[in-house]
């Protein structure tokens, strides 16, 4: 499998075109925007896009889906079904943000704890992790040791909890039960600024590093 990633809209979020070698299926990750810098990257590497992947509904990881959809015939796979209430309100928070007009929509498949994804060839593990928005999820390639987690955990710091139906709690224990298992060895890309792995945040993030938790 292999990524690319570019980060789009005024806030720098990190989407990821993910393909497939043999087959050069693909799918992006997290279209927030700028879909004319994404497509034209699609393009250029020759790939067939065949879905969309999404985290969580906030606007940077979200806005652009269902254009994106409509244009390339896309199936939109995630995020879990308790961030419908975030895609309902695409819309006017485009708006009040000044990103172009978003519609609403309804993915073709809710995601939750256990499902798979594929693309191509390839199999993605989906994880539930709630805290920074109910419906989060998190999408892990085993061979490869890859995550893709959207706003749930970045290099040095955790997702913001105080939106609603956010929760601090809940989201130290989806970091640390049920993505800090994955393994130390794993890489993940976070929403936003620079890769990281696991088993560096367990040793240095400052909210949830082993020695914080005895
Ligand atoms: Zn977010
Ligand atoms: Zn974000």
């Not at 796979?77 to 006017?92: A, C, N, S, Y």
């Not at 798979?116 to 989906?126: M, N, P, Y």
């Amino acid at each position: 499998m292999k990524a690319l990633i570019i980060p789009v809209t005024p806030f720098q979020q990190n989407c990821s075109v993910i393909w497939d070698e043999r087959s050069k299926r693909a799918a992006v990750v997290d279209p927030g925007g700028d879909l004319d810098r994404v497509l034209a990257e699609v393009d250029r590497e020759g790939l067939q896009l065949e879905k969309i992947l999404l985290t969580h509904g906030h606007l940077d990881h979200a806005a652009a889906t269902a254009e994106l959809a409509k244009l390339r015939h896309l199936k939109i796979e995630g995020p879990h079904r308790d961030d419908q209430f975030w895609i309902d309100q695409l819309p006017e928070a485009t708006q009040r943000f000044g990103f172009p007009p978003a519609a609403a929509f309804t993915p073709d498949r809710w995601l939750e704890q256990g499902d798979q994804v594929s693309v191509g060839d390839q199999i993605l593990e989906v994880r539930h992790c709630p805290g920074h928005t109910p419906g989060h999820v998190i999408f892990f390639h085993p061979q490869q040791k890859f995550a893709w987690v959207g706003d749930v955990i970045f290099a040095g710091s955790i997702g913001r909890s105080d939106f609603p139906r956010g929760d601090h709690q809940t989201l130290v224990k989806s970091i640390r039960e049920n993505l800090f298992p994955l393994g130390d060895d794993v890489r993940f890309v976070p929403g936003h600024g620079p890769l990281s792995t696991f088993g560096q945040e367990r040793q240095t993030n400052p909210f949830v590093a082993d020695h914080r938790f005895g």
